[in-house]
């Protein structure tokens, strides 16, 4: 396993791609905190898939696959997705959890039409955009990766910077509404942080799996902790061990997606969280329920031996 490592490290492409998931992870499991305490995991889930047909509009007018004209175009759909929800939900009779379902459903259908019709131009290809579905971490260069670094450090800096008033928007936004906070604003601030993250995870992890590396370390961490510093940290640990298990497994064999892979990478810690966590763990509660079912028992046998024995010498 070390010379497997060592062997990784050696390989610059490889170097980087191991770089870049791990940022990735860290950087989504950071942001996914807030979205899962504030309850709004398809959130990812729905921006994930509205940035799809901005990817394909931005490729459409530029004619260049750059990550930059990219973030613009998704953002500017996923905004627009986060407008639509909104609408939905506060014109019509429409939960908000059908109204991401409607959502997420055009915008990816609108998707791959254009995937299609991008198919069949006269570029006479995707230009890779099909890769964005599921992902491809291999096809990343040098400067996608620099890319990636750089705006993961930026949302991490930015939720540390902004982690009161995130703090408070996932707990209690009326009284931040009361404090004087723009909560609207920070809400749409937030969905644009989480649209940005997307966008720069697509093309290692895809559109469909996205929303998985966003909320299953947050998931995990919860199992940990009941404060939210510890949880935000744990999750961007648990997101980047994702990213680097991913990388790290998808070079023990040939033709294994990094993406998916750090996707069952998240999903192993989930699941090991839900077992083994110390408070919340099952395993955990099982055994303090046997422990205390014990205890009883054997305080119950020392009573009644007591009683007993107290009995016996009366007579």
């Not at 996914?32 to 309850?39: D, I, T, V, W």
């Not at 908000?96 to 299609?116: E, K, M, R, Y």
């Not at 329920?289 to 010498?313: E, F, I, P, W």
Request: proline share 3%.
């Amino acid at each position: 396993m070390l010379d497997s490592l060592l062997h990784l490290w050696l390989d610059p492409n490889a170097r980087w791609i191991l770089l870049g998931c791990s940022l990735l992870g860290l950087s989504s499991g950071v942001l996914g905190s807030f979205a899962y305490l504030r309850k709004q995991s398809l959130m990812g889930d729905a921006l994930s898939h509205a940035a799809l047909p901005g990817v394909c509009i931005a490729f459409m007018i530029t004619g260049s696959k750059s990550i930059l004209f990219f973030l613009i175009g998704a953002a500017a759909a996923g905004l627009l997705a986060t407008l639509s929800i909104g609408w939905i939900t506060r014109y019509s009779k429409i939960k908000q959890d059908s109204a991401l379902g409607i959502v997420l459903s055009v915008f990816f259908g609108v998707g791959i039409v254009l995937l299609t019709q991008i198919q069949h131009s006269s570029s006479g290809n995707q230009s890779g955009l099909d890769k964005f579905l599921f992902g491809q971490a291999a096809s990343m260069v040098h400067s996608d990766v620099v890319t990636m670094a750089i705006i993961s450090f930026v949302l991490v800096g930015v939720c540390t910077l902004f982690f009161k008033e995130f703090k408070l928007l996932s707990f209690d936004p009326g009284y931040a509404r009361g404090l004087g906070f723009p909560v609207p604003i920070l809400d749409h601030f937030m969905m644009f942080l989480i649209v940005v993250a997307v966008v720069v995870g697509i093309q290692a992890v895809g559109v469909v799996l996205m929303a998985a590396l966003l909320i299953t370390p947050a998931v995990a961490a919860r199992y940990w902790t009941e404060k939210l510093g510890w949880m935000v940290i744990l999750s961007g640990v648990f997101g980047a061990f994702s990213g680097f298990a991913g990388t790290y497994l998808s070079t023990l064999g040939s033709n294994l997606p990094t993406g998916p892979l750090s996707v069952l990478a998240a999903t192993g810690l989930f699941g090991f969280s839900l077992l083994f966590a110390p408070k919340r763990g099952l395993f955990m509660k099982w055994f303090r329920r046997t422990s205390m079912k014990q205890q009883v028992l054997k305080d119950s046998q020392s009573q009644s031996y007591m009683k007993a024995k107290g009995v016996s010498q009366v007579e």
